[in-house]
C-alpha cells in the first residue's frame, strides 16, 4: 500500500507530459484522459485515506534514501481526508470547465492551456498534502504557483494579468521567507525532515524555535489570506474564469492552513504563539465578513467570506486542543466543498444573468429555478445552519473555546457567533437581490457580454454604444466591471438553459456538501482520531523513520 502514495503526484505530471506532447489535438482524446486521471487520484486518495485509519500512517522514501537525505512522503488520516476532499472537488471543476468550453465554442484554449495547467495544480496540491518534508512543501507551493499563474492570466486581458502580477508578487515574496525559513532551520536542526524536526527542534534554544515558528506561520498566513495578510485575494481572484475562481477559492487558500496544522501540532507542539493565532482569527472572521457586506458583486462577496471564514480554521489550530483541531478539521473539509460550489454557482449566476454585480440581477427564482436552488443549499451551508456540516464544524469549534476558558477563547467564540450571524446576512442579501426580487429593466437577454468598457466590439457598432451595451444584446457593462466568465476574458456567451455538465457538476458539488452531513457522525469520529494522531506525533515518527 505504501507504494501508492506517491501515485497522486506523478499521476497528473505524466499526464501533462502527455497533454503537452499532444497538443491541441485529439480534444475528446485530451478531455477523457485528464478527466480518467482525475478520477483514479480520486480512488487512490480513498484507498489512501482508508489506509491510514486502519493501518497508521503510510510513508514512502523515494529512491530508498533514508532521512534526511531522500524525499519522504507520508499520508496519515489528515493528508488521506485532505487528498480525498480536493480530488474530488478537483474532478467536479474539471467536469464544469469542459462545459464552459463547450458552450463557449471555445475548445482549443481549455484542451491546450487550462487542462496541462490544470493538472499541474493537482500534482503540486497533492505534494503539499504528503510532503513529508520542508523542502518537499516548498517544492508543492512552487507547482502550484506556476500552475495558478497560468490558470489567473489565462486569456491574457489587462484585469487579469494586473491581478495576476500582484498575486505572483505576493507568492513571491513569501517563497523568499520560506526558503529563509528552511534554510534557518537546517542550520539548527541539521534536517528538513518533519519526523526528525519533531524531535531536534525541542532542542534548540527557544526564542530561536519561537523566531522559526512565527517565519513559517507568516509563509502559511500569506497563502491562507489570513488578515492582516489577505489584502492581495479579493482583487485576484474574481477576475479569472469561473473554474479557475472556484478552485482557488477551495483549495489554495486550504494548503496553507493544512501546512499551519501540520507544522503546530508536529513541529511547535505547546506553540509560544497562540494568542497572536488567536488575534489574527478573530480579525479574519470579523474583518472578512464586514468586508462581505459591503460588497455588490457577488465574486467580491465571495472573496471576503473565503478570508473571514479561514478565521474559523486558524481558531481551531490556536487553541491547539483535541476538540479544536477536530473542529477545524471537519472545518476545512466542509469549506472545500461548499466554497467551491459557491463560486460554480457564480459563474452560472454570471452566464444565466450576464454579470455578478447584485444591483443589476433579479428574477432567478423565478426564471431559473434550479439555479436558485443550487446557491440556496450551499448559502445555508456556509451560513452554518443546522443540521448542516457547517454547523457541525462550528459547533465543534465552539465547544472547544468554551471548554478552553480563556479570554481570547471566548472571544472567539464570540466573533464566531457574530460571523455566522452576518454570513446568513449576507448570504439573505445575495438571495433578495439576485433571486428573490423582480428582474430589473433589460435583464432579460441573451448573447455576447464583454468584459468590461476596455474590450473593443466587433461590427461597426459606435463606441461609445459598444462599451455600455456589449457586442450583441448583452446587457450594459461599466468599465472595469468583473462580468467575465469566458477562458480568453474577451466576452461570455449568456443563455436562458445552462450548460448540463456546467449544472451537473454543481449539483454534484452541492450534493457532497450535504453528504457531509448525512456523514456526520462517522466524519466526526474520523476527524477526532485524526486530531488525537497529530497530537500525539509518536504514529507519524515512527511511520517515517521505522522505530
Not at 470547465?97 to 463557449?104: N, R, V
Not at 471576503?304 to 471564514?309: A, E, G
Request: glycine share 10%; aromatic share 8%.
Amino acid at each position: 500500500m505504501n507504494a501508492l502514495v506517491p501515485l497522486p503526484v506523478l499521476l497528473p505530471l505524466c499526464v501533462t507530459g502527455l497533454k503537452l506532447a499532444i497538443g491541441p489535438r485529439l480534444q475528446r482524446f485530451q478531455r477523457f484522459i485528464t478527466l480518467a486521471v482525475l478520477g483514479a487520484v480520486l480512488v487512490l486518495s480513498v484507498c489512501l485515506m482508508v489506509a491510514a485509519d486502519r493501518h497508521g500512517p503510510l510513508s514512502v522514501h523515494l529512491g530508498d534514501f533514508a532521512p534526511p537525505v531522500g524525499i519522504t512522503l507520508v499520508a496519515d488520516r489528515l493528508a488521506g481526508l485532505m487528498l480525498t476532499v480536493s480530488s474530488a472537488v478537483t474532478l467536479l471543476v474539471n467536469l464544469y470547465s469542459l462545459g464552459q468550453g463547450m458552450a463557449d465554442r471555445d475548445d482549443r484554449t481549455p484542451v491546450g492551456v487550462f487542462h496541462p495547467a490544470y493538472l499541474i495544480l493537482v500534482a503540486g496540491v497533492s505534494c503539499t498534502f504528503l510532503a513529508g518534508d520542508l523542502v518537499n512543501l516548498y517544492v508543492g507551493f512552487e507547482i502550484m504557483l506556476v500552475a495558478s499563474f497560468v490558470l489567473l492570466t489565462i486569456g491574457g486581458t489587462a484585469t487579469r494579468i494586473r491581478a495576476g502580477s500582484t498575486y505572483v508578487i505576493i507568492s513571491l515574496f513569501s517563497s523568499v521567507l520560506f526558503l529563509v525559513a528552511i534554510a534557518m532551520t537546517y542550520s539548527v536542526a541539521g534536517t528538513v525532515n518533519f519526523a526528525q524536526l519533531a524531535g531536534r527542534l525541542q532542542e534548540v534554544p527557544v526564542g530561536v524555535r519561537t523566531l522559526l515558528e512565527a517565519m513559517l506561520l507568516t509563509v502559511f498566513a500569506i497563502k491562507a489570506a489570513v488578515f492582516p495578510l489577505a489584502a492581495w485575494l479579493p482583487d485576484s481572484y474574481p477576475t479569472a474564469p469561473a473554474p479557475v475562481t472556484a478552485v482557488f477559492a477551495g483549495l489554495l487558500t486550504k494548503v496553507g492552513v493544512y501546512s499551519m496544522l501540520r507544522t503546530q501540532t508536529l513541529l511547535f507542539p505547546g506553540h509560544r504563539l497562540g494568542d497572536v493565532l488567536m488575534l489574527a482569527a478573530l480579525a479574519s472572521m470579523v474583518i472578512g465578513i464586514l468586508g462581505a457586506v459591503a460588497q455588490t458583486d457577488l465574486k467580491r462577496v465571495l472573496s471576503f467570506t473565503l478570508i473571514s471564514h479561514i478565521g474559523y480554521m486558524v481558531f481551531g489550530i490556536a487553541l491547539a486542543g483535541r476538540g479544536s483541531i477536530a473542529g477545524a478539521i471537519v472545518y476545512v473539509a466542509h469549506h472545500i466543498t461548499v466554497q467551491t460550489t459557491l463560486f460554480l454557482v457564480a459563474g452560472l449566476i454570471e452566464r444565466r444573468g450576464g454579470t455578478t454585480e447584485l444591483t443589476r440581477l433579479g428574477g432567478l427564482a423565478k426564471t431559473a429555478p434550479l439555479l436558485a436552488v443550487l446557491f440556496f443549499v450551499p448559502a445555508l451551508n456556509l451560513a452554518g445552519i443546522p443540521p448542516l456540516s457547517g454547523f457541525i464544524g462550528k459547533l465543534g469549534l465552539m465547544r472547544a473555546g468554551v471548554d478552553n476558558g480563556g479570554g481570547w477563547a471566548w472571544a472567539l467564540v464570540a466573533g464566531s457567533a457574530a460571523t455566522s450571524l452576518l454570513t446568513l446576512y449576507v448570504m439573505a442579501k445575495v438571495w433578495n437581490l439576485a433571486f428573490w426580487r423582480d428582474a430589473p429593466p433589460g435583464a432579460e437577454s441573451e448573447g455576447r457580454v464583454l468584459e468590461s468598457a476596455e474590450e473593443e466590439p466587433d461590427g461597426d457598432e459606435d463606441d461609445e454604444d459598444a462599451a455600455a451595451t456589449g457586442s450583441g444584446s448583452g446587457l450594459p457593462v461599466p468599465a472595469g466591471a468583473v462580468v467575465s466568465a469566458g477562458f480568453l476574458g474577451q466576452s461570455i456567451t449568456t443563455t436562458r438553459r445552462l450548460p448540463w455538465p456546467m449544472l451537473v457538476a454543481t449539483g454534484a458539488a452541492v450534493s457532497l456538501g450535504l453528504l457531509y452531513t448525512v456523514l456526520g457522525g462517522p466524519l466526526t469520529t474520523f476527524t477526532e482520531a485524526a486530531a488525537t494522531e497529530l497530537l500525539a506525533r509518536t504514529p507519524y515518527i515512527e511511520a517515517v523513520l521505522g522505530r
